[in-house]
């Protein structure tokens, strides 16, 4: 009986001076770093630059009817000058218009795309965990969330790298 109370008391001792493996990711730089969202990042860039060229060249020819308008205005009676003022603003509030609505729809697309890879980042780090037997991985970034580390608890490159190849094989 005695054997078996010491037996239990080493098992308890053993389990108990066991400690959680935990390490710390830091976020910035998974994020700056990871393919997916820099991919997101320049198809986005991209698209915006195609908007900004495509609605400047909207824009111009009202430009040049606003500056022929007020070279003219001299010439036109009261209410000509009214008329045409108006017929100007209307065209400039619609192309405001569509200016915002466009640059609002690529901003929303925007940011779902880059909340979809913030998610599948957040599950793979899960799986990475998971995988190699992590208790806690925790993420390290200018907020504060884990304000110091030991370098050998920074996982981020594995992570990174890890990251990175599981979406090389999705793209494939």
Known sequence: MKKIGILLVIAFLVIGCQTEKTAFVNTEELFKEYAEMNDVRERFTKEN?????????KFQPLQI???QFLSNSATMSPKKQQERYQELAAEDQKFQQERQARIGKLQADSQAAIDSVITKVKDKVKEYGKTNGYSYIYGSNDAGS???GKEELDITSNVLEYL???YKSAKE
């Not at 630059?49 to 060249?57: F, H, P, Q, R, Y």
């Open 164 to 166: 990175n190849t599981a």
């Open 146 to 148: 884990v304000m110091y």
């Open 65 to 67: 009817k606003q500056q």
């Open 49 to 57: 630059d195609e908007i900004l060229k495509d609605l400047e060249l």
